[in-house]
């Protein structure tokens, strides 16, 4: 099984719809985060957490809220998805004091 | 603000030849530097690590080197392979999460 394990792989939903983006990690670690990628542009960071009551903000959080349920456990969602929010999803986890990172195999959201 | 930059974005070399990826990045406190390949819509896997007090990681045919002085790392691969055509990702970490560069795709022809 995968360290960093995200669901659903592939998603299509049309403009306004609610959806949300699962990851869970086996890693034991304390630090999660949410990336996303466009073509081009590389991967930007939407939000981040680094325990299980602390959240923050990262570059382009706008339109995306987080719940860190466990630690294992850090869901996305999109209240009201639009179609530029169509990307790639990352979910990634580290070690308290930031060493390695592990990733996700990623999330294709398309909204239309 | 961190800021990440590899060049060049795109390579293409014939098999077997040796090749330097560059990643460059703007505030030198960093904690480390991490290099990932990514294939075509797939997820990144990590190359190598090297952490901020270290010069240099050595994964098989490819070495990662780190110099903070001047904001510079570098991804050496040896005798390249068609195997290694992907896109390589360099990412800095300083204080709050990895801050990617663009990437780098790379093209290896038989």
């Known amino acids: 099984d995968a360290d960093v394990t995200q669901t659903p792989r592939n998603r299509i939903t049309k403009t306004g719809k609610r959806i949300m983006l699962e990851c869970s990690q086996t890693?034991?670690?304390?630090?999660m985060y949410w990336y996303r990628q466009d073509p081009g542009l590389g991967l930007q960071l939407i939000y981040y957490?680094?325990?299980?009551?602390?959240?923050n903000k990262g570059e382009i959080s706008d339109g995306y809220s987080v719940s860190r349920q466990a630690q294992a456990k850090f869901s996305l969602s999109l209240e009201s998805a639009i179609p530029n929010q169509t990307a790639l999803y990352f979910c990634?986890?580290?070690?308290?004091?930031?060493?390695?990172?592990?990733f996700g195999q990623g999330t294709r959201l398309t909204v239309v | 603000k961190q800021e990440v930059t590899q060049i060049p974005a795109a390579l293409s070399v014939p098999e077997g030849e040796n090749l330097v990826l560059n990643c460059s990045f703007t505030?030198?406190?960093?904690?480390?530097l991490q290099w990932f390949r990514q294939d075509p819509g797939k997820g990144l896997t990590s190359l190598l690590l090297?952490?901020?007090?270290?010069r240099e990681q050595t994964s098989g045919r490819l070495n990662a080197s780190l110099d903070k002085s001047s904001g510079r790392s570098t991804l050496y691969i040896a005798a390249s392979q068609p195997g290694d055509s992907a896109t390589y990702l360099c990412?800095?970490?300083?204080?709050?999460?990895?801050?990617f560069g663009k990437g780098t795709t790379l093209s290896v022809s038989s």
């Open positions: 990634a986890t580290s070690d308290t004091g930031g060493t390695e990172a592990f």
């Open positions: 890693k034991g670690h304390d630090r």
């Open positions: 957490s680094f325990d299980v009551k602390d959240i």
């Open positions: 505030d030198s406190a960093i904690y480390n």
């Open positions: 090297i952490q901020s007090s270290q």
């Open positions: 990412a800095a970490q300083a204080g709050t999460a990895l801050i």
